[in-house]
Nanobody, 122 residues
Framework: QVQLVESGGGLVQAGDSLRLSCAAS????????MGWFRQAPGKEREFVAA??????TYADSVKGRFTISRDNAKNTVYLQMNSLKPEDTAVYYCAADPRGQGGSSLSRYDYWGQGTQVTVSS
């Protein structure tokens, strides 16, 4: 069982930055693929970014503005969000794929955090 706890959300203005963190339990964290997803009110949950082994991938809507990274010594994955826009407003979820496959498909991720709210005002 993997437990994920997100933090770092908040209310910011357009153009500001935020860094989300996700702390994971488990001894094999370095082999997990980790992803960030988000869900805005009335919309389906969507892929934001993922990291596995030496690969990273991003949704087109955040490419060039968001950066995913991880610190395996701390069992933590980060999402640095720059140049935030009102359309980035959502609950952001961290997810783990213990098989290490990664990618943008929600179905690959077995474990999910409780989410952290990000609100960007115009």
């Amino acid at each position: 069982q993997v437990q994920l706890v997100e933090s770092g959300g908040g209310l910011v203005q357009a153009g500001d930055s935020l860094r989300l963190s996700c702390a994971a339990s488990g001894r094999s964290f370095s082999s997990y693929a980790m992803g960030w997803f988000r869900q805005a009110p009335g919309k389906e949950r969507e892929f934001v970014a993922a990291i596995w082994w030496n690969d990273r991938t991003y949704a087109d809507s955040v490419k060039g503005r968001f950066t995913i990274s991880r610190d395996n010594a701390k069992n933590t994955v980060y999402l640095q969000m720059n140049s935030l826009k009102p359309e980035d407003t959502a609950v952001y979820y961290c997810a783990a794929d213990p098989r290490g496959q990664g990618g943008s498909s929600l179905s690959r991720y077995d474990y999910w955090g409780q989410g952290t709210q990000v609100t960007v005002s115009s």
